[in-house]
Nanobody
Framework: QVQLVESGGGLVQAGGSLRLSCAAS????????MGWYRQPPGKQRELVAS???????YYIDSVKGRFTISRDNAKKMVYLQMNSLIPEDTAVYYC??????????????WGQGTQVTVSS
């Protein structure tokens, strides 16, 4: 079994910053792509940013230049540094990881989510 646990959410004023962390644990053979998704109130979940095991990154246009995704493979962690936050960033943020639990088995896992609220 694999667990992803997020931390670092909270309430912040517009223009502020937050850093989300996600720790992976359990029966992990290797961590492949990792990412952060978010689900604003009343809307569908969307990909915010992703990072490969080699460090290549992807961002949606609305967060480019404001958010930075990074990972520490040795610690099995992925981070999302969020700067210049705006009210539209308010959402539940979820960590996602593609995990190999054996050399031949790969599954997708989700964290429980952490609330980010940006006040105007």
């Amino acid at each position: 079994q694999v667990q992803l646990v997020e931390s670092g959410g909270g309430l912040v004023q517009a223009g502020g910053s937050l850093r989300l962390s996600c720790a992976a644990s359990g029966s992990i053979f290797s961590l492949n792509d990792m990412g952060w998704y978010r689900q604003p109130p009343g809307k569908q979940r969307e990909l915010v940013a992703s990072i490969t095991s080699g460090g290549s990154t992807y961002y949606i246009d609305s967060v480019k230049g404001r958010f930075t995704i990074s990972r520490d493979n040795a610690k099995k962690m992925v981070y999302l540094q969020m700067n210049s936050l705006i009210p539209e960033d308010t959402a539940v943020y979820y960590c996602n990881a593609a995990v190999r639990t054996t050399i031949i088995r790969r599954d997708n896992y989700w964290g429980q989510g952490t609330q980010v609220t940006v006040s105007s």
